[in-house]
Protein backbone atom coordinates (compact mmCIF):
# COMPACT_ATOMS: atom_id res chain seq x y z
CA UNK A 1 0.00 0.00 0.00
CA UNK A 2 1.52 3.48 -1.08
CA UNK A 3 0.41 6.70 -0.48
CA UNK A 4 1.71 9.65 -2.78
CA UNK A 5 1.64 13.74 -1.70
CA UNK A 6 -0.38 15.77 -3.68
CA UNK A 7 2.67 17.54 -5.66
CA UNK A 8 4.13 14.67 -7.98
CA UNK A 9 6.57 17.53 -9.14
CA UNK A 10 7.93 17.11 -5.80
CA UNK A 11 11.53 16.14 -5.55
CA UNK A 12 11.05 14.88 -2.33
CA UNK A 13 7.77 12.77 -3.98
CA UNK A 14 8.28 8.80 -2.23
CA UNK A 15 5.52 7.29 -0.37
CA UNK A 16 4.47 8.64 3.03
CA UNK A 17 3.35 4.85 3.98
CA UNK A 18 4.92 2.27 2.48
CA UNK A 19 3.95 -1.54 2.60
CA UNK A 20 6.51 -4.57 2.77
CA UNK A 21 5.00 -7.83 3.15
CA UNK A 22 7.26 -9.59 6.06
CA UNK A 23 9.40 -12.99 5.00
CA UNK A 24 8.07 -15.88 6.42
CA UNK A 25 10.10 -17.60 8.81
CA UNK A 26 11.74 -20.64 7.15
CA UNK A 27 10.62 -23.08 10.11
CA UNK A 28 7.41 -22.21 9.49
CA UNK A 29 7.22 -25.04 6.32
CA UNK A 30 5.24 -24.47 3.18
CA UNK A 31 1.96 -21.77 3.37
CA UNK A 32 -1.25 -23.46 2.61
CA UNK A 33 -3.65 -20.80 1.69
CA UNK A 34 -6.46 -20.14 3.80
CA UNK A 35 -7.54 -21.64 7.22
CA UNK A 36 -10.87 -22.57 8.65
CA UNK A 37 -10.96 -20.00 11.76
CA UNK A 38 -12.46 -23.25 13.88
CA UNK A 39 -8.91 -24.34 13.22
CA UNK A 40 -7.10 -21.57 14.67
CA UNK A 41 -10.09 -20.65 17.66
CA UNK A 42 -10.08 -24.20 19.30
CA UNK A 43 -6.36 -24.71 19.61
CA UNK A 44 -5.97 -20.98 21.17
CA UNK A 45 -8.68 -21.53 23.53
CA UNK A 46 -8.01 -24.54 24.84
CA UNK A 47 -4.14 -22.93 25.31
CA UNK A 48 -6.36 -19.92 27.08
CA UNK A 49 -7.87 -22.59 29.28
CA UNK A 50 -11.19 -21.50 27.63
CA UNK A 51 -12.05 -24.49 25.37
CA UNK A 52 -14.29 -25.86 27.84
CA UNK A 53 -16.56 -23.05 28.57
CA UNK A 54 -16.51 -22.50 24.27
CA UNK A 55 -18.10 -25.84 24.38
CA UNK A 56 -20.32 -25.06 26.76
CA UNK A 57 -21.71 -22.22 25.50
CA UNK A 58 -21.86 -24.39 21.52
CA UNK A 59 -24.18 -27.21 24.18
CA UNK A 60 -26.75 -24.16 24.85
CA UNK A 61 -26.79 -23.01 21.52
CA UNK A 62 -28.17 -26.74 20.19
CA UNK A 63 -29.93 -27.68 23.07
CA UNK A 64 -33.21 -26.50 21.78
CA UNK A 65 -32.62 -27.56 17.96
CA UNK A 66 -31.90 -31.23 19.72
CA UNK A 67 -34.53 -31.77 22.65
CA UNK A 68 -37.22 -29.16 20.80
CA UNK A 69 -38.36 -26.06 22.10
CA UNK A 70 -40.85 -27.17 24.46
CA UNK A 71 -38.33 -30.00 26.21
CA UNK A 72 -35.64 -26.72 26.46
CA UNK A 73 -38.55 -24.48 27.81
CA UNK A 74 -38.62 -26.91 31.00
CA UNK A 75 -34.64 -27.85 30.95
CA UNK A 76 -31.61 -25.95 31.49
CA UNK A 77 -27.85 -27.28 30.87
CA UNK A 78 -26.11 -25.89 34.18
CA UNK A 79 -22.63 -27.64 33.97
CA UNK A 80 -20.25 -29.46 31.08
CA UNK A 81 -17.14 -30.82 32.39
CA UNK A 82 -15.03 -33.67 31.07
CA UNK A 83 -17.36 -34.90 28.49
CA UNK A 84 -20.38 -34.96 31.11
CA UNK A 85 -23.18 -32.38 31.02
CA UNK A 86 -25.66 -32.03 33.67
CA UNK A 87 -29.01 -30.52 32.98
CA UNK A 88 -31.83 -29.46 35.30
CA UNK A 89 -35.82 -30.20 34.42
CA UNK A 90 -38.54 -29.28 36.05
CA UNK A 91 -40.38 -32.33 36.80
CA UNK A 92 -38.93 -35.73 38.13
CA UNK A 93 -41.18 -37.44 34.87
CA UNK A 94 -39.05 -34.93 31.98
CA UNK A 95 -35.87 -35.85 33.57
CA UNK A 96 -36.55 -39.76 33.50
CA UNK A 97 -37.83 -39.49 29.87
CA UNK A 98 -34.91 -37.71 29.16
CA UNK A 99 -32.45 -40.27 30.78
CA UNK A 100 -34.13 -43.01 28.75
CA UNK A 101 -33.34 -40.87 25.27
CA UNK A 102 -30.11 -39.74 26.75
CA UNK A 103 -27.96 -41.70 24.24
CA UNK A 104 -30.45 -40.22 21.05
CA UNK A 105 -29.56 -36.66 22.98
CA UNK A 106 -25.83 -36.77 23.35
CA UNK A 107 -25.71 -38.27 19.26
CA UNK A 108 -27.61 -35.12 18.43
CA UNK A 109 -24.98 -32.58 20.45
CA UNK A 110 -21.98 -33.85 19.00
CA UNK A 111 -23.56 -34.11 15.56
CA UNK A 112 -24.50 -30.82 15.93
CA UNK A 113 -21.22 -29.47 17.72
CA UNK A 114 -19.48 -31.32 15.41
CA UNK A 115 -17.28 -33.22 17.83
CA UNK A 116 -17.81 -35.96 20.47
CA UNK A 117 -17.72 -33.40 23.11
CA UNK A 118 -20.24 -34.91 25.26
CA UNK A 119 -20.03 -38.76 26.34
CA UNK A 120 -22.37 -38.92 29.21
CA UNK A 121 -25.62 -36.66 30.53
CA UNK A 122 -26.41 -36.37 34.08
CA UNK A 123 -30.44 -35.21 34.75
CA UNK A 124 -31.47 -33.66 38.15
CA UNK A 125 -34.67 -32.06 39.37
CA UNK A 126 -34.29 -28.41 39.24
CA UNK A 127 -33.31 -27.07 43.01
CA UNK A 128 -31.65 -29.76 44.12
CA UNK A 129 -28.56 -29.79 45.40
CA UNK A 130 -25.70 -31.73 43.64
CA UNK A 131 -25.38 -35.20 44.92
CA UNK A 132 -21.97 -36.01 43.36
CA UNK A 133 -20.21 -34.08 45.94
CA UNK A 134 -18.49 -37.02 47.63
CA UNK A 135 -21.02 -36.50 50.73
CA UNK A 136 -23.53 -39.28 49.67
CA UNK A 137 -24.17 -41.87 52.07
CA UNK A 138 -22.08 -40.18 54.76
CA UNK A 139 -23.57 -38.11 57.74
CA UNK A 140 -22.53 -34.72 57.78
CA UNK A 141 -21.27 -33.57 61.24
CA UNK A 142 -22.27 -30.57 62.75
Same mark, same amino acid.
Given at each position: ??? %? =?????????? @? !?????? $? %? =?????????? @? !?????? $???????????????F??? $??????????????Q?????????R?T?????????????????????????R??????????????????????????????
Amino acid at each position: MTT %R =RDNPQDPGDR @P !VLDFKP $L %R =RSPNRGEDTG @P !VALSDL $LVPTLARLGLKTRARFVQI $LSAWPAVVGEMVAAQTSPTNFFRGRLTVETQSPAMGHQLHLQRQTIIEGLNQRIGDTAVVEIRFRLAGDKDLNDGTRGRRRST
